[in-house]
């Protein structure tokens, strides 16, 4: 399948398009993967500029504040062009590795290859709409959901185990960590307050 084709699949076929992929290399994810998230970068920092050339015309100057701000933002946007395609990338591995254990825990034993292959795969409409205003939100929805789909096909699980490995546990480790940080935080605030021998 061409980029466009597996986009659209991934998109309205999830299931049937998963299963065509189980023998694909990594490699053929990580090329599918490292687009979806050029696309999200650039248009990152189009925006990016577009801004700064806004605010640097509201700025009272006129055609010299909308320069001023066209540079600037265009620096700035290259930047961040580069910075968000490093951690998309780096987050992919990383995140891939951590959801794996998860994956494990719930008797995935496909190899981490196909973890993240779905992870890759699952990201296509956070990373091609999730720039636009409240469609990034539903965007990220569908994305957790073709996550879900991706590690119950290509890790052959149940529906219940990959939601368990893609959904449940995180959340159970996200709420255990932010009371950790709640109680070292009022530890913190309360030791402070507290009574001091001299």
């Known amino acids: 399948m061409d980029f466009i084709e597996k986009a659209k699949g991934f998109l309205f076929e999830p299931s049937k398009t998963f299963n065509a992929c189980k023998d694909e290399s990594l ?4 090329k599918y993967y490292a687009i979806i998230a050029l696309i999200f970068s650039a248009i990152s920092a189009l925006l990016f500029v577009i801004a700064f ?6 700025m009272g100057l006129g055609n010299l504040g909308m320069m ?3 540079g600037a933002g265009i ?3 290259v930047l961040i062009f580069v910075m968000l395609f490093v951690i998309f990338i780096i987050g992919a ?3 891939g590795a951590i959801l794996h254990i998860f994956v494990y825990i719930v008797g995935g034993r496909k190899g981490i290859t196909q973890t993240l292959k779905a992870l890759m795969y699952g990201g296509t409409p956070m990373l091609l709409f999730g720039w636009i205003p ?3 939100f539903i965007a990220s929805i569908w994305s957790l959901i073709l996550e879900i789909i991706g590690i119950q096909k290509l890790q052959e699980l149940t529906t219940i185990r990959a939601v368990i490995a893609v959904v449940v546990i995180p959340a159970i480790i996200a709420v255990i960590l932010a009371i950790l940080l709640a109680a070292f935080i009022a530890a913190f605030i309360f030791g402070m307050g507290g009574p001091r021998g001299y």
């Open 93 to 95: 591995f990383i995140g």
């Open 27 to 30: 490699n053929e994810a990580i």
């Open 134 to 136: 409240y469609i990034g």
């Open 68 to 70: 001023f701000g066209a």
């Open 53 to 58: 050339t806004l605010f640097g015309s509201m």
């Open 75 to 77: 620096m700035s946007a």
